[in-house]
């Protein structure tokens, strides 16, 4: 018995339906990139591992999709790490490639080797598919596209403001209400000073950014098991659990973070942002979250994470500052900032919220119907003409009962029928009907393009 064909868990096929779905989030969110400037590029799937690890740390290092070298895989292999099961050090041996994990560390790669052709500060954005090797599960693919906006070039707090107004006018246009966390990687850094254990920034970083998902009580037990003491733990949940206006808790942390300038700095830098994005009015939600960490340890400034409030979802977006990611392939100093838009997540929740155009999945304006081989002709002789006016048109190929072909383009949500038949050729007009209105009408050709131009 032949095999039930399938696909690898965490991946999806997608219908046309579907498609047309998801190129309604792109092309929306690509309206918005390009109308704030930013220029499209695209990357391979596939980068050397040098290129992928160390730059997520150690939990995202895990994640990666690596790939075996091509040929025989097996040759020069270490007789004693496949003895001794050493998979770290056969995996540097099988492979030199692996999937990207983001978009963000192969854009690094390629400003820091195409950096004699580019102007800076340089706005790109690229809409890929990333691969993790993660535990499936509802929200979260291990294969989903990423649509990736940065700015390189630029220690600008404006850039910070701009990603943040990019990201009101993408869940305006998509109608979704979302809370927009922001907070900054120099507010945290100075929490783990004044609370003494500035050598542990990492692991309170990775542990507090899933105080959402497992609590802050759960949190604490991860950060007794990296070594954090009892009164270092105590020192931090206040701050874990400050509530109030986003104003009271910047005036809160000043107070706190007197004694860390590094803290102070990162203050500084979100209350101008908040302020900025302020200015220029939102329709969505700003929460200064403390807890916010986005466990990635390129992020050096401005941190930012985008919740749906009407769909029980992970975030949809998310991105931050990256002042240092361009200086382990060779170009220190270069500062940087983007966003992503997470376009798997996004198509859950308006799905969920029933939120697409109602003509979304329409495939063509207008069907010919097909009585036979001299009316073909006729209808596929319009039928250009249409498309050299941008028209969409489409000639339903086989000569088959009236019933059938209405019954096609009423299933593929075709909003006209064009009837030709021997009276219309005679006369030079074509016969349309109104799928929803059920109304027909004679119409010249130059009425028709007229019509259906509108």
């Known amino acids: 018995m032949a095999q039930k064909p399938s696909i690898p868990k965490g991946t999806r096929d997608f219908s046309p339906i579907?498609?047309?779905?998801?190129?309604?989030?792109?092309?929306?969110?690509?309206?918005?990139?390009?109308?704030f400037g930013y220029k499209q590029i695209e990357t391979p799937a596939m980068e050397n591992l040098t290129t992928l690890m160390g730059k997520y740390g150690d939990e995202g290092d895990k994640l990666l999709f690596k790939i075996l070298n091509s040929g025989d895989f097996m040759k020069g292999v270490n007789e004693t790490y496949l003895a001794e099961r050493n998979l770290v050090k056969l995996t540097n041996q099988l492979c030199e490639k692996?999937?990207?994990?983001?978009?963000?560390?192969?854009?690094?790669?390629?400003?820091?080797?195409?950096r004699g052709q580019l102007q800076m500060p340089f706005k790109r954005y690229q809409i890929q598919p990333v691969w993790r090797a993660d535990r499936p599960?509802?929200?979260?693919?291990?294969?989903?596209?990423?649509?990736?906006?940065?700015?390189?070039?630029?220690?600008?707090?404006?850039?910070?403001?701009?990603?943040?107004?990019?990201?009101?006018?993408?869940?305006?246009?998509?109608k979704v209400r979302v809370a927009v966390k922001i907070n900054n990687r120099k507010i945290l850094t100075g929490i783990a000073e004044i609370i003494g254990e500035a050598d542990k920034i990492v692991d309170i970083t990775v542990a507090i950014d899933k105080i959402d998902k497992i609590g802050i009580e759960s949190v604490n037990e991860e950060l007794r098991s990296k070594g954090l003491s009892e009164e270092a733990i105590e020192k931090l949940r206040p701050l874990l659990e400050m509530t109030g206006s986003n104003e009271e808790k910047l005036?809160?942390?000043?107070?706190?973070?007197?004694?860390?300038?590094?803290?102070?700095?990162?203050?500084?830098?979100?209350?101008?942002?908040?302020?900025g994005f302020n200015n220029l009015g939102h329709n969505c939600e700003l929460d200064v979250?403390?807890?916010?960490?986005?466990?990635?340890?390129?992020?050096?400034?401005?941190?930012?994470?985008?919740?749906?409030?009407?769909?029980?979802?992970?975030?949809?977006?998310?991105?931050?500052?990256?002042?240092?990611?361009?200086?382990v392939f060779g170009m220190p100093g270069l500062s940087g900032v983007g966003i992503s838009f997470g376009a798997d997540r996004i198509y859950d929740v308006l799905n969920q919220l029933e939120l697409y155009p109602s003509n979304i999945t329409q495939s063509v304006k207008v069907l010919f119907v097909n009585?036979?081989?001299?009316?073909?002709?006729?209808?596929?002789?319009?039928?250009?003409?249409?498309?050299?006016?941008?028209?969409?048109?489409?000639?339903?190929?086989?000569?088959?009962?009236?019933?059938?072909q209405m019954g096609y383009a009423d299933s593929e949500?075709?909003?006209?029928?064009a009837i030709i038949g021997e009276n219309e050729i005679a006369d030079g007009t074509i016969n349309l009907k109104d799928m929803s209105a059920g109304t027909q009408e004679k119409l010249t050709l130059a009425q028709l393009i007229e019509k259906l131009q509108k």
């Open 98 to 114: 692996g999937l990207r994990y983001d978009l963000t560390v192969p854009f690094a790669r390629f400003v820091v080797q195409y």
């Open 18 to 35: 579907e498609m047309a779905r998801r190129n309604y989030i792109f092309d929306t969110i690509k309206g918005v990139f390009r109308l």
């Open 251 to 275: 005036n809160t942390l000043q107070t706190l973070l007197a004694d860390s300038p590094t803290g102070l700095k990162g203050v500084e830098e979100l209350r101008t942002v908040t302020d």
């Open 137 to 174: 599960q509802k929200g979260r693919y291990r294969e989903f596209y990423q649509c990736d906006a940065d700015v390189v070039g630029s220690d600008s707090l404006w850039n910070e403001i701009e990603l943040l107004s990019m990201i009101d006018m993408v869940f305006t246009k998509l």
């Open 289 to 327: 979250d403390i807890s916010l960490a986005r466990g990635l340890n390129y992020y050096t400034g401005t941190i930012i994470e985008v919740k749906a409030l009407d769909v029980q979802i992970g975030s949809i977006t998310g991105g931050g500052r990256y002042d240092n990611l361009t200086g």
């Open 371 to 404: 009585f036979g081989e001299k009316e073909a002709a006729e209808s596929a002789r319009i039928i250009k003409v249409l498309r050299d006016e941008g028209i969409s048109a489409e000639l339903y190929p086989d000569t088959a009962k009236m019933k059938k």
């Open 413 to 417: 949500n075709i909003p006209f029928v």
